[in-house]
């Protein structure tokens, strides 16, 4: 995890620490800090970490201004980021319990004490969420942005059940996560990476009005979006790290029929015959070993990448060689005398897939593509 500056003064422990990420928000402050200050005057023992990455916008003048000893900026220069923001934010918080939220208005902060309420109950997490009865979000959503939730909401189904998992109104115990380096968010989804990694069981969704923001602009672009892909394949691994192996290595294998059938198609095509079978059938083989040992090296062993290269070329070749005998002899069979047919490539290749696929997956984990101590989880 990246670090981040220190903050110079400590108050007395409050209750719960409101942690704002913010990006260019200077003007969104003022009427955010006005409406805590609501909810603080509601009896809500609250201290506020705005965790800014140098917006140069004249957010630490409005900081400044306001004068609010409750209310402490701690400006990033180096590091950048939404989600490296919070968890510098976590490491900072003084508060038994943390609230995350944007600066733009978008979440009420007049839910805090509903958020306060659900975890000094048996909640383990509290998601200000738009999907559940009584949450709503302000029209004017485009549809475009609306399917981009909704998509992304689904993707996240594999790990939670909450409703509505790319909310970033977040509330948790600042103790949820003990060991901060198994944190790894890339992109926005925060909340979605502490509910999975902190394996919590109990999220509570208070319903939220979701506001379109006034000032300053959305900072969710389409790199944010691709990053979201990533996180969930990275969360795949961690929670699911078997199927996460096996399921694309089942996927290239398949992928590397195709290869094989192209490969005997184009040879047959090229040289009309006069490479001879059984070296049409080899080369097509060596082929399409080479293609499966780049695609299962990178997607379905991607935590021993970094380990030597030409040792697991040699294993998986190794290895490779008992289904690819069971493929080789079955086309040879079905081949007949003089044409190599595509459809008999197919077969021997099914056949020698079915058999090497599981096997294949077992020893190659367990011998050729071992995960070291430095491996990293993703
Ligand atoms: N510190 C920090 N804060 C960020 C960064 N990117 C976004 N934020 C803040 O994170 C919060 C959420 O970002 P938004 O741009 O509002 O994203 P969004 O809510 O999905 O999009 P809109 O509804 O259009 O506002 C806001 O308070 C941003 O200022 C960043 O790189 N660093
Ligand atoms: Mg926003």
């Known amino acids: 995890m990246e670090q981040c500056e220190p ?14 990420p913010t990006y260019q928000e200077a003007e969104s402050l003022p009427g955010l800090l006005d409406r805590l200050e609501a909810v603080r005057a509601g009896g809500v023992a609250l201290n506020v970490l705005i965790v800014d990455d140098d917006s140069q916008d004249g957010t630490e003048a409005v900081i400044a201004e306001m004068d609010r000893d409750w209310v402490r900026l701690l400006t990033r220069r180096e590091d950048r980021g939404l989600s490296s923001a919070v968890l510098c934010g976590i490491q900072e918080a003084t508060g038994e319990w943390c609230v995350v939220m944007d600066a733009d208005l978008s979440h009420p902060p007049e839910v805090i004490p509903d958020f306060l309420a659900a975890l000094r109950g048996d909640a383990d997490f509290v998601v200000g969420s738009r999907y559940v009865p009584g949450g709503s979000t302000e029209d004017g959503w485009g549809v475009l942005r609306w399917i981009n939730s909704k998509v992304a909401t689904v993707m996240a189904r594999p790990f939670t059940t909450v409703r509505d998992p790319m ?6 115990s600042r103790t949820l996560i003990d060991d901060s ?10 909340g979605l990476e502490l509910i999975v990694k902190g394996e919590c069981r109990h999220v509570e969704e208070v319903p ?8 300053g602009q959305s900072k969710l672009s389409l790199r944010v979006q691709l990053q979201y892909l990533n996180h969930i394949v990275r969360l795949a691994r961690w929670k699911y790290p078997r199927l996460s192996s096996f399921l ?25 015959g006069t ?25 379905a062993f991607w935590y021993a990448r970094k380990q030597p290269f030409l040792p697991q070329l040699l294993g998986f ?12 002899l079955i086309t040879r069979w079905l081949v007949g005398d003089d044409y190599v047919s595509p459809a008999a490539g197919a077969i021997g290749a099914f056949a020698g897939s079915v058999v090497g696929v599981v096997f294949n997956w077992l020893v190659m984990r367990s011998f050729i593509f071992r995960r070291s101590e430095s491996s990293s989880g993703n």
């Open 317 to 328: 070749l190794a290895v490779c060689s008992i289904p690819v005998i069971v493929n080789f």
């Open 275 to 299: 490479l001879g079978q059984d070296l049409q059938i080899i080369i097509a083989i060596v082929g399409a070993m080479f293609w499966n040992f780049t695609f299962d090296r990178w997607l």
């Open 248 to 272: 694309p290595f089942a996927m290239v294998g398949v992928s590397g029929i195709g290869i094989y059938v192209l490969l005997l198609w184009i040879l047959e095509l090229v040289s009309g």
């Open 167 to 172: 909310s970033g109104f977040l509330g948790f």
């Open 181 to 190: 380096d198994v944190l790894d968010p890339v992109g926005y989804k925060i």
């Open 7 to 20: 903050m110079n003064t400590r108050q007395p422990a409050p209750d719960v620490t409101v942690i704002v």
């Open 208 to 215: 939220i009005h979701f506001s379109t923001r006034r000032h």
